[in-house]
């Protein structure tokens, strides 16, 4: 399934665009409209990259901590270095227990995805930002052919950006590759 999305400055230009497209003989169901009053990202199946970010976080914490809780109490017995003399054996290990976990849970933020969370990622985003600025998207899915074709019908529009995409998700079938 391939995708098209145009931006488009207000409201009577996206119903304008839309109009145009359902006069040359696009099905309803493979044109959509978002933006203020009509879907809304999340309607139309916009991820929000926040979410699978905090999933991936979650998952990976919770093998990531544990770990290197083990792997810091395992240094400590290996080095029997001792960082507070004080606390003894047991408590220096639990340090190094301690320590470790924080060092678990400090990659499961930077490899799980915290850093796309904190810096945005993906394309969704900039599309959702667009939305809560005014803007409209009007938004063509079909096969290449109809998406070609919208895309000559959206440049007339003067859209602030016309991107295509094609869904990563989709398995290819016969006669595609």
């Given at each position: ?46 991820i929000d990259p926040s ?127």
């Amino acid at each position: 399934m391939n995708y098209l999305i145009a931006v488009l400055p207000d409201r009577m230009t996206a119903e304008a665009a839309y109009t145009e497209l359902e006069t040359e003989g696009f099905p309803a169901d493979s044109v959509s409209i978002l933006g203020k009053g009509y879907k809304t990202a999340d309607e139309y199946g916009f991820i929000d990259p926040s979410k699978p970010a905090r999933k991936q976080m979650r998952l990976m914490s919770f093998w990531l901590v544990p770990f290197g809780f083990a792997a810091g109490v395992a240094f400590n017995l290996s080095t029997q270095y001792q960082l507070i003399p004080a606390l003894g054996s047991v408590g220096n290990q639990l340090i190094g227990g301690l320590l470790g976990a924080i060092g678990g849970a400090m990659g499961s933020f930077f490899v799980g995805g915290g850093v796309g969370l904190s810096v945005g990622g993906g394309d969704a985003l900039p599309y959702r930002n667009r939305l809560k600025q005014g803007k409209y998207l009007v938004v063509v899915k079909g096969a290449p052919n109809l998406t070609n074709k919208a895309t000559r019908l959206l440049k007339s529009f003067n859209p602030e950006l016309l991107q295509g995409y094609v869904d990563p998700t989709e398995k290819p079938g016969w006669g595609q590759l």
